[in-house]
């Protein structure tokens, strides 16, 4: 009398036991983690440059042309292309259609996809900062309207002033564009007083 063998627990063809189904998927989650991580270091790079947010910000009414970008910013045509394509890649502009200029050579507007809105800025503070001076260095006095007050808040209504804050300004953030608008910055800065 033959004794039969035991069946063999090992996969065959496409088959995969548990532990490998898990460690396929963790390897795979792992992947994406990478991926992610990596696009988001990319992200906060694309961020801390003032001309890019400036881009950004040009961008965000109105398709605008390398060209023209280069013009409204005061610099080297092929300096503003590096920092455009560097916003294509890292999602903050998106290529409209191709049109022809004026002289019949080619060109791509760009617009702001709002991602930028939507980071944490605390990373890039200090670039914002320099991004407002830039923005409004030579500006008349009357027209830069600028508030300055010191406050003695415990941190429930400092989190109280700053979310009030946010939701105004996304309030009108998503009202979108007035037809007869004309665009404005608003830039805003809660800081603990470094005398006290």
Not at 20 to 47: G, M, P
Not at 101 to 109: L, Y
Request: aromatic share 4%.
């Amino acid at each position: 009398m033959t004794q039969s063998q035991p069946a063999d627990p090992s996969p065959t063809g496409d088959e995969a036991t548990g532990d490998e189904a898990t460690d396929t998927a963790a390897a795979a989650a792992d992947t994406e983690n990478a991926e992610t991580a990596a696009a988001a270091q990319a992200r906060a790079r694309a961020l801390s440059s003032p001309i890019r947010l400036r881009i950004i910000r040009l961008c965000r009414f109105e398709a605008r042309t390398n060209k023209e970008l280069a013009l409204l910013l005061g610099l080297n045509p092929g300096t503003v292309l590096h920092h455009v394509r560097t916003l294509v890649k890292t999602g903050f502009l998106a290529a409209g259609p191709e049109r022809t200029g004026t002289q019949g050579a080619r060109e791509v507007p760009y617009r702001s996809t709002g991602l930028a809105w939507q980071r944490p800025t605390a990373a890039v503070s200090h670039v914002l900062i320099e991004t407002f001076l830039q923005q409004v260095r030579g500006l008349a006095p009357e027209d830069l309207h600028v508030a300055w007050l010191g406050l003695q808040l415990s941190d429930a209504h400092r989190a109280e002033l700053e979310a009030r804050l946010y939701a105004l300004i996304n309030e009108f953030r998503d009202r979108g564009p007035d037809p007869d608008g004309k665009p404005l910055s608003i830039f805003t800065a809660i800081h603990p007083d470094a005398e006290a």
